[in-house]
Each structure stands twice: as structure tokens, then as C-alpha cells.
């Protein structure tokens, strides 16, 4: 029976490649000269330093736009809240999102559901399995899931026939 995965996975590798292109940047930047800011980046944690609140906000306009170029979904990314890490300096932890959490897995589920397409959706870990009896099938599920699910950077995969 064909069948497909509905993940929500960043590419790795494409966001270490933003974090150098955006550190390069920023050392490059006038307004950043002699300034504590960048960006480092611990397996799926981002951490952006910076002299202000002010110039820490750009830090992550220059990793945003990295991004955006290298094609990441800015999605992915989980801002957490700012920490004043001696006088004026503070710092930033983004994460980035891996998988798709119970709740949107079950709205993935009922959206499939409620298509009235003959394919049956279960939820496998932090991926939605997504079986039918004809591609087309399949097709049209993927079609649905991307224009019903805006809130989330959805990915097709092991795709079978």
C-alpha cells in the first residue's frame, strides 16, 4: 500500500551553514564593531549575544535572513526569553523545533480525516504515517496538508509505493 511520512524536521546542516555566514556578518558589520555580539550554536540550541536589547534584536534579524537564504524555515525557530548576563550585555537561547508535537499530529489527523479522501492518517512518534490505495490519493492528501497547515513547516518523505 503506498504510503508517505508528514514530518517537521530543519535541516542541520543548513542552519550551522546560516550561524557561519550570519557570525561572518555580523564581525564584518559597522554597527557591530567592538560589540560582544554573536551568534553560537550548541546542537539544536541557538544562543545570540549582544551589548543591548536593541542590538540583539539585529543579531537575529542577520540570523533570520541567513536562514531565509539557505532555505530554513524561520518556522522552526522557538525564541526564548531575554537574559541580562552582566551590566548591560544580554543573550538569547533560540531553539529549533524538531517534530511534530501530539496536538498538531491529532489536527493533521482530523484534517485527513474530515477530507473525505480514502487515506488513513496514524501518528508515529513525532511523524504522521499517511497510507492510501492510490498515489493520487496521496497527492491530494499532501496537497491538503500544505494549504490547511500554515502554522507549522511541514516535509513529505519516505514516500512508497
Do not use: H
Not at 540550541?45 to 531565509?68: G, H, R
Not at 473525505?116 to 513525532?126: F, N, P
Not at 504522521?128 to 496521496?138: C, I, N, S
Request: proline share 1%.
Amino acid at each position: 500500500m503506498p504510503s508517505f511520512d508528514t514530518v517537521s524536521e530543519a535541516n542541520m546542516v543548513e542552519v550551522k551553514n546560516a550561524v557561519d555566514q550570519a557570525g561572518k556578518e555580523i564581525t564584518t558589520r559597522f554597527d557591530f564593531k567592538g560589540s560582544d555580539a554573536r551568534v553560537e550554536q550548541k546542537e539544536r540550541d541557538l544562543t545570540a549575544y549582544a551589548d543591548s536589547e536593541f542590538q540583539l534584536n539585529q543579531v537575529l534579524d542577520v540570523l533570520t535572513n541567513k536562514l531565509f537564504k539557505r532555505i530554513v524555515d524561520v518556522r522552526f525557530l522557538d525564541r526564548g526569553k531575554i537574559e541580562k548576563i552582566g551590566g548591560e550585555k544580554v543573550k538569547q537561547v533560540v531553539k529549533i523545533k524538531n517534530g511534530i508535537e501530539t496536538e498538531a499530529a491529532k489536527k493533521i489527523v482530523r484534517i485527513l480525516k474530515d477530507s473525505k479522501l480514502k487515506v488513513q492518517a496514524s501518528i508515529q512518534g513525532d511523524a504522521v504515517r499517511v497510507t492510501g490505495a492510490k498515489r493520487d490519493d496521496l497527492q491530494d492528501a499532501m496537497a491538503l496538508l500544505r494549504k490547511e497547515v500554515a502554522d507549522l513547516p511541514l516535509e513529505f518523505n519516505n514516500f512508497r509505493d
